[in-house]
């Protein structure tokens, strides 16, 4: 199990952002990430609103106010165990078992709050990173 805190968008003043407004290197990253994401939780990137952090009062300009987890969860079963314990699997194998069980990683489930407005990309981004 994997856990950060990301900051809480302010709900009084996210202003929506799309895609496209992001600069190609976001881009590029929301690209990969939403290709590798479990088929249930695949976005359109080309339709979907993100938010993004502009700042007032209530949030004495900082755009952000409070702090929610995202988290990932790796459920090692007997088949993992076993080639584990045996010491011949290597870091890309383990990823690629990770996938096969639809497993959503921390990054995801950040991109997932960002787009239900709960935080935003970039401070995903930051928090990873």
Do not use: W
Not at 26 to 54: G, S, V
Not at 66 to 93: D, P
Request: net charge negative; charged share 35%; aromatic share 6%.
């Amino acid at each position: 199990m994997g856990q950060r805190l990301v900051r809480r968008v302010c709900e009084n003043c996210r202003g929506e952002i799309s895609f496209i407004d992001f600069d190609e290197h976001t881009q590029k990253r929301l690209k990969e990430q939403n290709e590798k994401m479990p088929e249930k939780f695949k976005i359109d990137l080309e339709t979907i609103k993100f938010y993004k952090a502009t700042g007032c009062e209530s949030c004495n300009g900082i755009g952000y106010k409070g702090r929610v987890g995202i988290y990932e969860i790796f459920v090692v079963k007997e088949e993992i165990e076993k080639m584990i314990l045996s010491g011949s699997v290597s870091e890309v194998a383990i990823e690629e078992m990770a996938r096969e069980q639809e497993m959503t990683t921390m990054v995801q489930d950040g991109i997932l709050k960002a787009v239900k407005g709960v935080t935003t990309i970039d401070e995903v981004f930051r928090v990873i990173d």
